[in-house]
T-cell receptor, first 109, second 114 residues
Framework: GQNIDQPTEMTATEGAIVQINCTYQ??????LFWYQQHAGEAPTFLSY??LDGLEEKGRFSSFLSRSKGYSYLLLKELQMKDSASYLC??????????WGAGTKLIIKP | GAVVSQHPSWVICKSGTSVKIECRSL??????MFWYRQFPKQSLMLMAT?????????EQGVEKDKFLINHASLTLSTLTVTSAHPEDSSFYIC??????????FGNGTRLTVT
C-alpha cells in the first residue's frame, strides 16, 4: 500500500531551527509537496520537490532524496506564527496526491 | 493575492437541507479542481476530482448522489451537499491546479449541520 510517515508533533523554541521529516512509500513518484496549515484554515503551499536536493525559499527549505523515499522541511529563525501543522504529500504515478497525517509544530517562547 | 476563492467561509444549516459551496479560480483557467474534506485533527481527504465539462471522479466511499459536483466553466466548480446530516459537518476545501497537480487551495468552508 501507499504510506507517508511524519512525526505527529514536534516542539521547538522561538528563534531556533527545526527539521520535520517525511518518509514515503508510494506507487511511483511525481513530486513531493509541503503545506502549512493553521488551525481552522486551509493549507498553504510551501514547496514542491521533484529532483533530489535542497530547495531554499527564505526561512523555509525542503530537501528530497528519491532513492531513500525521504524528504524534510527545514524551518529557520522560528517565529511564533510558525506554530501550525505541516503536511507532506506525494504525487504518485497516477498523479494522485497521497497525504501524510501532518506534523503539529508547537513553538515556545 | 488569492488564486482561489471559495464561498461561503462558513455555513450552518438544518438537517435535511442542501448546501452549495462555490470554488472559483481567479488567476487562471482550471480544467481540474479538487474537493477535499477534513474532519477535526485529521488529514485532508480527497473527495472528488472535478473536470470541466465532464462528470466528476469520486473517491471510494464518497456518495456521488449526496455530494453533487458541477464544473460548468473553467473558473467555477460547485459542491452541493444534499440532504445534509450532522455527520456531514466538516471543513470542505477546494484546490486548483494545472493538469493533475493541485497547488492552490481555497480558504475552506466550515459546514455545521444542526
Amino acid at each position: 500500500g501507499q504510506n507517508i510517515d511524519q512525526p505527529t508533533e514536534m516542539t521547538a523554541t522561538e528563534g531556533a531551527i527545526v527539521q520535520i521529516n517525511c518518509t514515503y512509500q508510494t506507487s511511483g513518484f511525481n513530486g513531493l509537496f509541503w503545506y502549512q496549515q493553521h488551525a481552522g484554515e486551509a493549507p498553504t503551499f510551501l514547496s514542491y520537490n521533484v529532483l533530489d536536493g535542497l530547495e531554499e525559499k527564505g526561512r523555509f527549505s525542503s530537501f528530497l532524496s528519491r532513492s531513500k523515499g525521504y524528504s524534510y522541511l527545514l524551518l529557520k529563525e522560528l517565529q511564533m506564527k510558525d506554530s501550525a501543522s505541516y503536511l507532506c504529500a506525494v504525487l504518485d504515478s497516477n498523479y494522485q496526491l497521497i497525504w501524510g497525517a501532518g506534523t503539529k509544530l508547537i513553538i515556545k517562547p | 493575492g488569492a488564486v482561489v476563492s471559495q464561498h461561503p467561509s462558513w455555513v450552518i444549516c438544518k438537517s435535511g437541507t442542501s448546501v452549495k459551496i462555490e470554488c472559483r479560480s481567479l488567476d487562471f483557467q482550471a480544467t481540474t479542481m479538487f474537493w477535499y474534506r477534513q474532519f477535526p485533527k485529521q488529514s485532508l481527504m480527497l473527495m472528488a476530482t472535478s473536470n470541466e465539462g465532464s462528470k466528476a471522479t469520486y473517491e471510494q466511499g464518497v456518495e456521488k448522489d449526496k455530494f453533487l459536483i458541477n464544473h460548468a466553466s473553467l473558473t467555477l466548480s460547485t459542491l452541493t451537499v444534499t440532504s445534509a446530516h450532522p455527520e456531514d459537518s466538516s471543513f470542505y476545501i477546494c484546490s486548483v491546479g494545472t493538469e493533475n497537480s493541485p497547488l492552490h487551495f481555497g480558504n475552506g468552508t466550515r459546514l455545521t449541520v444542526t
